[in-house]
């Protein structure tokens, strides 16, 4: 299966030439690190900023520098600095062509879980609801299942909701889904990983079509 700089790798596949991409706290801030470097793409820190670039080298990090996720980042020539109201004015005027959030749980008609688990403290509910809303294409990256082993892809969601009906694919340890209107339909498999095991793990509608490829990372 993969391991978090795996699916970040992976869901880099995903991003095109031209896009302007949000990435979300967690695995998705990795994926500044894979996208091709023959890629026109401009990533965007909700906090404020235009055109940034991957996580600096030990050494080199600039404390006023951070994304959304309060880590140090680094920009990239002609990048842009501005307040958050102008930025979430970019992502509700939907100039963001890609999304990649984290999640806690999406259910199989794309509802997704993020922000909040009932009786723990929560500082905010952060920028994730405006993205979703707002997003032409969302990605989530997360674990299939979690520490317990339950599954975290579900026929509907148990944690309160984020968005409805807004993800579109789905990357995790063990597999590559696309959300339709019959469920989560399987595209590829994580190395080593069986169908049977995507299914184990899998608690909302899984479709399989075919033969099911495997995932190419590099």
Known sequence: MLDKEGIAKRI???VKN???VN???G???LVANYIPKDLDVI???ENGLLGMGPFPFEGEEDPDL???GKQTITTLPGSAFFDSAMSFGMIRARKVDLTILGAMEVSDTGDIANWKIPGKMVKGMGGAMDLVASAKNIIVAMQHVNKAGESKLLPKCTLPLTGVKCVKKIVTELAVL???????????RAPGISVE???NATKGKLVVEGEIPEMKID
């Open 12 to 14: 880099a596949k995903e």
């Open 18 to 20: 031209g896009y302007y």
């Open 23 to 25: 990435l979300g706290i």
């Open 27 to 29: 695995i998705p801030t």
């Open 43 to 45: 990533l965007q820190s």
């Open 66 to 68: 951070i994304n959304a």
């Open 178 to 188: 696309d959300v339709t209107d019959k469920g989560f339909r399987l595209l590829e």
């Open 197 to 199: 095991q995507i299914k």
